[in-house]
């Protein structure tokens, strides 16, 4: 089956639009790939943590429970106060193979799915009662049918979704990979394959849906871990203090200083052979080869905490709600040829396995607000 990043996929989504039908997200004249970066107007005030795109364009979460999107020309609260209804701060967000939805988690357990296509919003909060932080997430497979997800928290506690034939989540038992140490980034490959790096400098990696983890690192690194980027298992990339970003290849760890002012990186987010990082000072960094990133600074002097490649824009996010954007050129861009994902260390991946098209006639080019809420279920692996 030929291989597809989830930009491909996200592109061929946004492709399927009718004719007549403004495309959500997208930009009314194609731009080249090296556009500047520019600030836009946010929806919040709130920090924003991290971001991701979708079917629909860009998202990201953040402070007090919101849920933000790009609606046709301008960015929109798609949700407010969280899941709950209690302003928790959201920490996390991932979204569907099919970019159909985004899940997202934050403070005191709190979990909350947003269908994109039905405007949905449901509360999975506090699982198996589990309500520390969730510090991040990570989601395989389509919206509604067989979603896989990953939450990990600030007990270094790893919980996994799987979504059953009745519309219910089932979990597993919780397992600790880094052994109790906070995980701060959750990335996975494969339905069952992905890496997880904590703040103790432990990085793990799973092949069979999260039951088991065997370090691969890093046992040189003396800084703090704040993001991870997994493409498979040879291809890793963790976002770290002093400007560096570490890069795997299956063997070995090396590291690589992006940024000659030592600033943190804070996020790095990898689509095949492109890639994009922020941190401190309002820096973003985009990855040009395997060891390579070249540096664009903005006016800004704020923390930059999620960073999205995306099929439309590209987008940064932090401090006071602060949103950069970028505008995403031809088929071509960040993406090589559209087919391989070869991650230019002779190792190719696919990021995601959705071949399938959204339509996007049920998205509206004014709002993506929530029009419908609900409550999700979940039930403990001995029920199946």
Known sequence: MTQ???RDVLRLATASTAAGVLTVGSAATAQSNDTEWQQVESPTGKSLNDAVDTAAGPFAAG??????????????????????????RLTGIDATDDG?????????????????ETRTLTNYSAPNGKTST?????????????ERVYFVNGSGELLV??????????????VKPGGGSTIPGIDCYDREAGHVATTSQFVGETTDGGETWEQIGIGFAGGAFFDLASQGERDVNVAAGSGIIYRYDGFRWTPHVVDDDRRAIRAVDRDGEGGLAAGDGGAIYERQS????????????SKLSGVASGSTYDVAVGDGGTILERTVGGPDSGGGDGNSTDTGDGNGSSSTNATSTVSMDAFSVESLSVENYANGEWIPASER
């Open 161 to 174: 979704g799987v979504r059953q034939d009745s519309g219910a989540m089932q979990y597993n038992e919780v």
């Open 134 to 146: 969730w510090e991040d997430c990570a989601v395989r497979g389509s919206a509604g049918e067989n």
């Open 290 to 301: 395997a060891g390579q990133w070249t540096a664009y600074e903005t006016d800004l002097e």
């Open 4 to 6: 597809r990043t989830r």
């Open 100 to 116: 159909r939805a985004v899940w997202f988690v934050g403070g005191s357990g709190v979990i909350g799915e947003y269908d994109v």
């Open 63 to 88: 402070a007090n429970g919101d849920v933000v999107a790009r609606v046709g020309g301008d960015w929109q609260k798609v949700v407010d106060y969280g899941p709950q209804a209690r302003s928790r």
